[in-house]
């Protein structure tokens, strides 16, 4: 954290500076490695269905309008459980919470490996969404009970290089799996996958039971000082959201929070369309075998962690949030609608790293327009609320785009659509009242 930001927040005595410094170090290094970790791990269980697709689809018959949708209904189990458990968090506290979600999901998603049927796949899928549900928007809660609103841009951001990481990581490790463990023990290799990639989650979650804390209060890890000074900050911080949402019956009727909604719909529009989909969009482009399919979505990811990372400090930096989403939205519209008629390998990567960098950029520096006027409960219910609608979005993209590829034989058609999503979304936040969320 910057000297100069720890200078600025309101409420710390200059005496107080370097205790504050000193905390929000360790606050730091203490939560955000391992709530990364949480993260590679749910993402990477979320969207290794796309990389399943390349032997499973095959092996049980699924059209592309069956793979698309029923990679899309996680979303419907994830939308109807997001609330409830975002407030059972903000009662039971983040430790237990989030140590439950990560057990049961990672427990469904080596499930997959008894998926036979069309009805068993998008059960599981269902259930899947259902067990999940609450981890993401908890998280975010989670980190507005140590963080002000004036650092949630880079510390949200450097959360989320989860997504690239996992994928950096993950896309290479899932074709490699595919291709060396296929019929190994005569099972075949999108089985082994989804067991292997499921046994991370159950055993963070454990972890999860003796290593966070519900608050700064309880951290042992902190002295007195540090925590008088971190709490008075957060004090601070919620003080000047008088004209925000508190309650949370509030924060279901508030119009400032369904137009968040609405913003984070187009922002997760490109996020999934690219996930599920780029693992085909290369195939297509004539990248040949799952293991080189791994490897070379690395690339895009890459890109996008750069890019993030440095659009959350600049965000913070400037106190400016609508144009730093907006740009890389636009960005990532561009890069999808090049990436289906690319001539070649080479632009089919360039054009999915801008629509990667763009689209996945974005959450991070959405997320600090919210967190801005919710607060409390408020924050627990308003969070969950926008995350679950936008993340409906995770349904409508791939099967838009499966439907499209099945209907007319490319997927272009759905590409354009989430290219169309992403300049909305961008329109949006431009119309944002700036002394709202510029803070």
């Known amino acids: ?34 709530l990364m970790l949480c993260y590679v791990a749910s993402y990477m269980d979320r969207v290794n269905i796309g990389f399943a697709k390349l032997q499973m689809q095959q092996e049980l018959g699924f059209s592309e309008t069956v793979f698309g949708l029923g990679s899309g209904i996680f979303f419907l189990g994830y939308f109807l459980f997001e609330v409830p458990s975002n407030i059972l968090m903000h009662k039971v506290g983040a430790r237990v919470w989030i140590a439950r979600i990560m057990i049961t999901w990672g427990l469904l998603s080596g499930a997959f490996i008894w998926v036979k049927s069309v009805p068993g796949f998008y059960g599981l899928r269902f259930v899947l969404g259902l067990a999940e549900a609450g981890f993401y928007p908890g998280v975010i809660l989670y980190l507005t009970y140590w963080f002000p609103a004036r650092w949630r841009g880079r510390v949200i951001a450097t959360l989320m290089s989860a997504i690239p990481i ?7 490790l899932s074709g490699w799996v595919m291709d060396a463990m296929n019929h190994v023990g005569g099972v075949a290799g999108w089985k082994w996958m989804f067991v292997i990639e499921a046994a991370p989650a159950v055993l963070i979650g454990v972890a999860t039971l003796f290593y966070l804390d519900n608050s700064i209060a309880a951290a042992r890890w902190l002295d007195p000082d540090e925590k008088r000074v971190l709490e008075t900050a957060i004090a601070e911080d919620r003080r000047s959201q008088a004209s925000g949402i508190h309650g949370m019956a509030q924060a279901f009727t508030d119009p400032r929070v369904w137009f968040m909604c609405l913003i984070y719909f187009c922002v997760v529009l490109g996020q999934y369309g690219l996930n599920f989909w780029m693992p085909t969009l290369l195939k297509t482009a004539g990248v040949k075998g799952a293991t080189t399919i791994g490897l070379v979505s690395a690339i895009p990811y890459i890109v996008t962690l750069v890019m993030m990372n440095l659009l959350g400090h600049s965000a913070d930096r400037r106190r400016e949030r609508r144009w730093h989403l907006a740009i890389p939205a636009l960005i990532g519209a561009a890069g999808f609608v090049i990436a289906p008629t690319a001539p070649n390998v080479g632009v089919a990567i360039a054009a999915l790293s801008l629509a990667a960098a763009g689209a996945i950029s974005c959450a991070p520096l959405f997320w600090s327009l919210p967190t801005a006027f919710l607060a409390g409960a408020g924050a627990a219910a308003g969070i969950a609320v926008v995350n679950s609608v936008g993340n409906l979005a995770g349904f409508v993209a791939p099967f838009v785009v499966g439907y499209a590829k099945d ?14 999503g992403l300049v909305l979304g961008a329109i949006c936040a431009l119309l944002t009242p700036a002394k709202l969320v510029d803070r």
């Open 407 to 420: 209907a007319t034989g490319s997927a272009a058609v759905g590409l354009y659509a989430i290219a169309g």
């Open 1 to 34: 954290m910057a000297a100069a930001d720890i200078a600025a927040t309101p409420g710390l005595e200059a005496a107080d500076e370097p205790i504050a410094a000193r905390a929000y170090r360790k606050v730091f290094w203490r939560l955000m490695p391992f």
């Open 166 to 172: 996992s994928s950096i990581l993950g896309n290479p």
